[in-house]
Structure formats: structure tokens, C-alpha cells
């Protein structure tokens, strides 16, 4: 079951990185990625970011592709962290870069994705790896599912983003107690903090996380990319402007008369 995916039809491998498999049907609209290293539970490693990356930036461009579900490969872990092996002999220079680096190239980018991105959390989602699934827009995991940001056990602290995301996510409170006893928790009570938003068992993982991008498929992808920045903006200053901005902005756009056309002949707007 290890080499598994939870996803059915064929995957395709990244052209430069077996570590990264793909699949997208342009009926569907929805692209998922799967990290492939199941033997090391999917550990993140430098290579694996950039084509991760870059990978999402031809995602990014094609119009056909409304959302993203991102996953592992096999029933076990979705990602267990940060490649410890890789970073083991690291210096100062050499791990401020990783983590500025890993932020610009990967979590800072799925963040601000203009596409919803749903992680499908398989199994264990630690450090790097929750770190991940805390970037991507909507969590759904199994049963399985094991959570938890353990750097402070290695003598670290999470160094893509967890320290700024997860009290934005649950509390800080609670992740104050999660980062310092590195605490690892069950599906279960993530769900009940409020930290992914359903659990499933794992043979029905991959229908919900399709279901819910099949459900952002459907609104206007004008609407998707300017809810998710003003979402993003929260917590900053100015949210209340952006969320002004981007409201006025879209009634330029030809899916608000579609979708307003469509409410009004009581039928389903087509968006393009
Ligand atoms: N990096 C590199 N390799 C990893 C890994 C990781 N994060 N997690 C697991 N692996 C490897 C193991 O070394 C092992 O490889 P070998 O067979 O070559 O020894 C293989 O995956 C299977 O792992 P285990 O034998 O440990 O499996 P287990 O079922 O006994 O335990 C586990 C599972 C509890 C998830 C355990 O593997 C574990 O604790 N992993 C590390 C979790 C962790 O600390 N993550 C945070 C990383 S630091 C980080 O992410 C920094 C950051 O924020 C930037």
C-alpha cells in the first residue's frame, strides 16, 4: 500500500522530479498533486519545493484548471516535514535560506494562490508538512490523520510559517501548548479546534476533497482569486480597503453579469 494513492485514474510524473505526480481533466477542472516519496512519508526535500513551484506557477496560468488538491502518495503520511537528512548539517546561512526560500517558492505562493488549493491529509502531516496543508486554503483529513508542528523536539522551531499561521488558524493558546510540548494530535481534535474542516475516513478522503473543489469549480474564478486575498488580508491593517477594492473590481468583470443574468432567468451561471 505504500507506493497506493488515494486518487483513482492514472498520474502522470513531473518531467523533471519523480517525487511529483500529477493528474488534471480539464472536465473536472481540478488538478491534483501528489508528493511522491513515500518511503521517507513524503518528506519535503529543496527538490521537491522548486518543482513543486514551479509546477504551480504553469497551474496558476492555465485557465481551464480551477482548482488544486495536493496530497501524498500512499495511505500513510502526507508529509511528514521538512527533509531532516537534507538539512541535518546546515548552518545558519544555509537554513535562513532554506526557510526564506521554501516561504517565496512554495508556501507564501500557495497562500496567495488566485485558485483555491485543498490539502488532502492522508496520514501524518508534521512540521514542513503541516506547515503545507496549514498554506493551503481548505483542509480535509482522514482518519489517520496525525497533526502536529514537532520542531521544538529537534531543537528548532517551525520555519515555514507555522509560528505565524497555526494561531491564525486555531488559537494562540492552543498553538503556544502545540509548538512548545510538540504535541501531536488526531484527526479528531483537529477537527474539534477548528484546524482542518472535515475529517473522513481514508477510502473517502479523495471524494470529499474533490467534492469541495468541484464546489469551488463552480463560482466565478474572478470571485475565487479576490476572496482569497482579501481572506488573506484578515488580519492586516488595511483588509477592510482590499475587501472594498477587490468587491468594486469585479463588477467589471463578465462573470458578475453572468452570475447576476443567471439569478435573475433562475438558472445556473456558466462562469468562464
Ligand atoms: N525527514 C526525512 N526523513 C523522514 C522524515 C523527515 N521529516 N520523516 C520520516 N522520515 C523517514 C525516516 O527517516 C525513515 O527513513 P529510513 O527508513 O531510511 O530510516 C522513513 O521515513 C520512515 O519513517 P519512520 O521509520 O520514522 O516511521 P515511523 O512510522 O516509525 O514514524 C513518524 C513516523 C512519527 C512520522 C516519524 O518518522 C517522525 O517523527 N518523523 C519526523 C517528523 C518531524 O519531526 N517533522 C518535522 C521535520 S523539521 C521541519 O519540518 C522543519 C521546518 O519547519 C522547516
Partial sequence: MENSTIFSGEFNFHSTNKDLMFQYNLD???????????KQLNALNRDLIESLSNFLNQLEKNKKIRSIIISGVGNK???AGADIKEFKKFNKEESLHLSSLGKEQLFNKITHFS????AAINGYALGGGLELALACHIRVASENAKLGLPECSLGLIPGYSGTQKLPQIISKNIAMEMILTSKIIDAQKSLQLGLVNYTVPLNELSTKALEIASLCNAISPESARAAIKAINSCYSQNGEEIETEEFSKLFETSNFKEGVSAFLEKRQPNFN
Fill in 28 to 38: 473536472t477542472k481540478t488538478a491534483i498533486v501528489l508528493i511522491n516519496r513515500p
Fill in 77 to 79: 503520511s502526507f508529509v
Fill in 115 to 118: 485558485k483555491p488549493v485543498i
